[in-house]
């Protein structure tokens, strides 16, 4: 009797998960097809592209990005649209960045294509000229010491990795020289650096980023040279190691500004308390248009709401897009997303952020325990007929990093990384870039993780904190 | 002592298999490497479609990918490279199309974008001017008949279904319209026909591609129309069914041409009667510069050679790049080849087309018995570390589609399906569309599987012939 219990009760168990697995599967074809029949993120991001435009944290556009965002949320009937204060830092890049190679021995003068990196301060007015010292590394620099570097101009030329398949580790392995330069070259008497733009392609244009300077050392002007001046530098310094090269920037800091974080929400139905959040940054740098980085994952994350919406699920667990404000120079709005979390007591179950670029979807990548990687991946072959294959162990993203210590399980969706760092940071970061295909897909694929664990939620035990 | 032995055996077994994986690993890990370190396939398309052009067969661009062809595999060292003589088709163009729609009802004349399909006979010198009824399928033309149809122009105006995740299942179902149209018009006495371009963008380009006239049907001019235009001459219909269409073309066909299939060979090592090829089609249709359609998959299939000469790697068995002419309107290139195949006995054991575009690749489709699939995707982990995951049933290539019937494995390397048909067979398949690292890793996926297949061959009795 018991064994024919038993036996009844994993019939019953099976019918239940295959009658789920069935309805599971048709809504998330419903929610795909949606997407790539009436999807409108590409309509919106032609918007944020081409009406906005690059949007840096405190300038116009940045604020303009905001009513932008709250007025789209607001045309599709969410449960409730706000805006988040926020203060965040106010970099100006000023004019037009100047700098040239003089070489008596060899060719002259050169003009080559830089521009300053966010957060640097500026030359003096009528620019800066010295020699130059190129190194591949820290290591590098400390070797050459005081003595080698003093006077001169540090030359950063580390090229990326071209042997790992993501470009996101090859990024990460050498950012570091981006971010941290300026005061490791300062602290050796270095009066400005150079360094090689953070992308594969070798083409004429500086990626600019975010630069630290430590408080214990001298803040010295920082540029991005394009790849192609960064190889052509190299090899006049083996002709002519007595070189000087020209720098002009007058880009600075103006006094912290009153931002926000756009917010919209659907309010769950059975456990309203437990909130999912899905978002993106809104503003970009300031020299393309910021369509990949991160204006793809702003409208995907709207998307996701509306896609909903129009399909008529009503999600158990409350859905959120947060669209966070300052995510490329200082990450203000995600600490404060963070902070107003927790002074609420607001129980954040998972945050998926689109933070890659608007390419084709192929995965996931969970930071959490090894539990909740394993109970995600358990909906992989629903994603499968989308080309969504992979759920693994990862990185989140930065905007929704803070949440982790409130036990939040991050998410960040992973589109085919190719493409990205030839356009990220750039001015070839623009519309025409993205597919409106591989940007809803993306949007499909982050409704269907958000509806599945809207649905079922993700067991507590498993998680790590 | 029997279960020790095996036990041994067993041991052994997974010894040498553990043992052939590391080193199976080490080495695609060396041929990616050299792919995205020192790849060349980039720099040949650039050749290919900057220098020679759009090269439709038949053309003096053809002659000239011919030439180029040989010589860029004259020049890494290949064992043999020849031409194989093949007599292909000479469709021209001719002047630029013309087309107009006129509507005394609305807005007078208005402009639209068309281009003659491959293959279509002219209008008359001075253009033809008719009635335009729309169809949606072939059911709704039979359903019009004969006095729905008579002194018209048949708009065929079915869009590709966007649904469909691999845009080549969404072009297969939708392709015919293209293809078979004027002939069954033409049965009802239309005068001409009008297609909707095969692709999924709305925008201003035609697309062209190869449609086929029925012996016994009279022939009438046969168009594209771009996306955009299509739905603006739908929408004008409602408004005024007894619009006019104008429209233009001076396309003929001239007499064969001689051209070649361009091939080179590493000679096996081991099994030198054993053959495996891997090939592109190096004929593209006129508007473009055919980058995508079929350059990357010539450049691609020389590299595949390039790179086992450059890593030192001598395969057991004969691997040939075979660059065929003539697919987009004849395969005479592809039937050639199978017929000399066949006339001097050589075993093809296995042949990989990459025609598909130059993108991310994806994985592979095999056509061949469900064992030879299953095979072949025990090798699955080797390509996963690289983003190739899929290795499934499916279409090998159009070219390669002949070996079929000698017992061939065919297969197609599959890249991301999602941006092709934005450019496919229009003004818009061009270099610039083509990202170094997507169209390099395509090329080490190719070279890895040949690789494998090379060292491990493909069991004979799994085979379906």
Same mark, same amino acid.
């Not at 999807?39 to 081409?50: H, I, M, P, Q, V």
């Not at 008497?189 to 990626?207: C, F, N």
């Not at 600019?208 to 991005?224: E, L, N, Q």
């Not at 740098?285 to 998307?303: N, Y």
């Given at each position: 009797?018991?064994?024919?219990?038993?036996?009844?009760?994993?019939?019953?168990?099976?019918?239940?998960?295959?009658?789920?697995?069935?309805?599971?599967?048709?809504?998330?074809?419903?929610?795909?097809?949606?997407?790539?029949?009436?999807?409108? @993120?590409? /309509?919106?991001? $032609?918007?944020?592209?081409?009406? &906005?435009?690059? *949007?840096?944290?405190?300038?116009?556009?940045?604020?303009?990005?905001?009513?932008?965002?709250?007025?789209?949320?607001?045309?599709?009937?969410?449960?409730?649209?706000?805006?988040?204060?926020?203060?965040?830092?106010?970099?100006?890049?000023?004019?037009?960045?100047?700098?040239?190679?003089?070489?008596?021995?060899?060719?002259?003068?050169?003009?080559?294509?830089?521009?300053?990196?966010?957060?640097?301060?500026?030359?003096?007015?009528?620019?800066?000229?010295?020699?130059?010292?190129?190194?591949?590394?820290?290591?590098?620099?400390?070797?050459?010491?005081?003595?080698?570097?003093?006077?001169?101009?540090?030359?950063?030329?580390?090229?990326?990795?071209?042997?790992?398949?993501?470009?996101?580790?090859?990024?990460?392995?050498?950012?570091?020289?981006?971010?941290?330069? @300026?005061? /490791?070259?300062? $602290?050796?008497?270095?009066?400005? &650096?150079?360094? *090689?733009?953070?992308?594969?392609?070798?083409?004429?244009?500086?990626?600019?980023?975010?630069?630290?300077?430590?408080?214990?050392?001298?803040?010295?002007?920082?540029?991005?040279?394009?790849?192609?001046?960064?190889?052509?530098?190299?090899?006049?310094?083996?002709?002519?190691?007595?070189?000087?090269?020209?720098?002009?920037?007058?880009?600075?800091?103006?006094?912290?500004?009153?931002?926000?974080?756009v917010i919209g929400e659907i309010r769950g139905s059975k456990f309203p308390d437990e909130i999912i959040t899905v978002g993106g940054h809104l503003d970009s740098w300031d020299l393309g248009?910021?369509?990949?980085?991160?204006?793809?994952?702003?409208?995907?994350?709207?998307?996701?709401?509306?896609?909903?919406?129009?399909?008529?699920?009503?999600?158990?667990?409350?859905?959120?897009?947060?669209?966070?404000?300052?995510?490329?120079?200082?990450?203000?709005?995600?600490?404060?997303?963070?902070?107003?979390?927790?002074?609420?007591?607001?129980?954040?179950?998972?945050?998926?952020?689109?933070?890659?670029?608007?390419?084709?979807?192929?995965?996931?990548?969970?930071?959490?325990?090894?539990?909740?990687?394993?109970?995600?991946?358990?909906?992989?072959?629903?994603?499968?007929?989308?080309?969504?294959?992979?759920?693994?162990?990862?990185?989140?993203?930065?905007?929704?990093?803070?949440?982790?210590?409130?036990?939040?399980?991050?998410?960040?969706?992973?589109?085919?990384?190719?493409?990205?760092?030839?356009?990220?940071?750039?001015?070839?970061?623009?519309?025409?870039?993205?597919?409106?295909?591989?940007?809803?897909?993306?949007?499909?694929?982050?409704?269907?993780?958000?509806?599945?664990?809207?649905?079922?939620g993700i067991p507590k035990k498993m998680k790590k904190n």
């Amino acid at each position: 009797m018991k064994f024919k219990l038993l036996i009844l009760l994993l019939f019953l168990g099976w019918g239940v998960r295959a009658q789920n697995y069935a309805a599971d599967s048709m809504r998330i074809k419903g929610i795909y097809d949606l997407a790539l029949t009436k999807g409108e @993120a590409y /309509r919106w991001l $032609d918007d944020l592209s081409n009406k &906005v435009g690059g *949007r840096l944290s405190g300038s116009p556009e940045a604020a303009m990005a905001v009513e932008w965002a709250q007025q789209v949320m607001d045309s599709f009937g969410l449960d409730s649209v706000w805006l988040q204060p926020v203060m965040v830092p106010h970099w100006v890049r000023g004019e037009e960045e100047k700098a040239a190679i003089f070489s008596e021995a060899t060719f002259g003068r050169e003009e080559v294509n830089v521009c300053a990196l966010g957060g640097s301060v500026a030359t003096s007015p009528e620019g800066l000229r010295a020699p130059v010292v190129e190194v591949r590394s820290f290591e590098e620099l400390e070797q050459l010491g005081e003595s080698g570097v003093r006077g001169k101009i540090v030359f950063f030329n580390t090229p990326m990795n071209a042997k790992l398949i993501s470009t996101f580790h090859a990024y990460g392995s050498c950012v570091g020289y981006r971010v941290n330069s @300026a005061s /490791r070259a300062a $602290d050796y008497g270095a009066l400005a &650096v150079i360094v *090689r733009s953070m992308t594969l392609k070798i083409d004429d244009d500086p990626h600019t980023g975010v630069m630290h300077y430590r408080d214990s050392s001298k803040k010295i002007p920082a540029a991005a040279i394009s790849t192609r001046d960064a190889e052509r530098l190299s090899r006049a310094l083996k002709h002519d190691p007595n070189l000087e090269f020209y720098l002009k920037m007058n880009c600075h800091v103006l006094p912290d500004v009153l931002s926000f974080n756009v917010i919209g929400e659907i309010r769950g139905s059975k456990f309203p308390d437990e909130i999912i959040t899905v978002g993106g940054h809104l503003d970009s740098w300031d020299l393309g248009d910021g369509a990949h980085d991160d204006g793809a994952g702003c409208v995907q994350s709207m998307e996701v709401l509306r896609l909903f919406r129009e399909s008529g699920y009503q999600p158990k667990r409350t859905i959120r897009a947060v669209l966070f404000m300052n995510e490329e120079n200082g990450l203000r709005g995600g600490i404060k997303y963070a902070e107003e979390a927790k002074r609420l007591g607001e129980k954040h179950l998972a945050a998926l952020e689109s933070d890659a670029g608007g390419f084709s979807p192929r995965g996931f990548s969970v930071n959490d325990s090894v539990d909740v990687v394993e109970y995600l991946q358990s909906y992989l072959s629903l994603f499968e007929p989308y080309g969504v294959y992979m759920i693994r162990a990862g990185y989140g993203g930065a905007d929704i990093s803070r949440l982790k210590v409130g036990g939040t399980t991050l998410i960040g969706l992973l589109p085919d990384p190719q493409r990205y760092f030839d356009y990220h940071h750039s001015r070839e970061d623009t519309f025409d870039k993205v597919n409106p295909r591989e940007l809803h897909l993306g949007a499909g694929s982050m409704a269907s993780l958000v509806y599945l664990i809207s649905e079922y939620g993700i067991p507590k035990k498993m998680k790590k904190n």
